[in-house]
């Protein structure tokens, strides 16, 4: 029960985060960097019926391209943990962040399905790599405050992702071409990608090894379900 979750998580001592205030700027951060990733998944997922259209997809072609994002996760994954434990979580969030903020005008701009799913494939190994980073980055956060907190980082991704599905809605309404639609947005979020790191906490040894496998898994670049 949630006592029982709270008593297993230990409160991490450290002169870097030794005040309230360091603790609630670190939960900020991060919580932004969640908004961040839903938000850009979230726009893209409207735009998926008239990307199917523009490159004349069948079902199937389509079904084809979008199993890319998720290999890329896959892949990403693993390579990025290893980062995580050499470099620190902070760090590899700000990188990643930046990436996967920078790449979104990518697969609006395929011109066929082989370029769809190498721009998909390439998109959700940036995503894939800031979901492994972000999550090890709010478990540190956990760590500093010693009770849980991962799920409502977890929450604001889902905000995030219903903000931007509408951000998606309205370019399409408005018949904005999906890449430059993505590469606005992307733009902007690619800029406090870059502004809130530097809030964000040093690694607690107990957690400084950052998981090997994407804890949001459900985050494929599909529908945004999670």
């Known amino acids: ?44 997922a409207p735009r998926i019926p008239a990307l199917k259209d523009q ?21 990403a994954a693993r390579p990025v943990g290893a980062r995580t434990a050499r470099h620190g979580t902070a760090a590899v969030t700000r990188v990643c962040g930046v990436l996967y903020c920078l790449l979104a005008w990518a697969p609006g701009a395929a011109i066929n399905l082989g370029t769809l799913w190498l721009a998909l494939l390439v998109w959700g190994m940036a995503m894939g790599a800031m979901d492994v980073a972000m999550n090890a980055q709010g478990v540190s956060v956990e760590g500093y405050y010693g009770r849980p907190v991962l799920s409502s980082f977890h929450a604001i991704w889902s905000i995030g992702s219903f903000l931007g599905a509408l951000l998606g809605a309205a370019g399409a309404a408005l018949g904005v071409h999906i890449a430059v639609v993505q590469a606005v947005i992307g733009a902007v979020l690619a800029a406090a990608a870059l502004g809130v790191p530097r809030h964000l906490l040093p690694d607690p040894a107990s957690v400084s090894a950052a998981p090997s496998t994407p804890t949001q898994s459900g985050h494929v670049l599909v529908d945004g379900s999670h």
């Open 1 to 44: 029960d949630r006592s029982e979750a709270m008593t297993a998580i230990p409160a991490v001592s450290s002169g870097f985060a030794n005040t309230t205030d360091q603790r609630r700027r670190a939960r900020a951060a991060i919580a932004i960097t969640f908004a961040v990733n839903g938000v850009l998944i979230g726009s893209w």
């Open 55 to 75: 490159l004349h997809l069948s079902a199937g072609a389509l079904g084809l391209a979008l199993l890319a994002p998720a290999l890329g996760t896959v892949l």
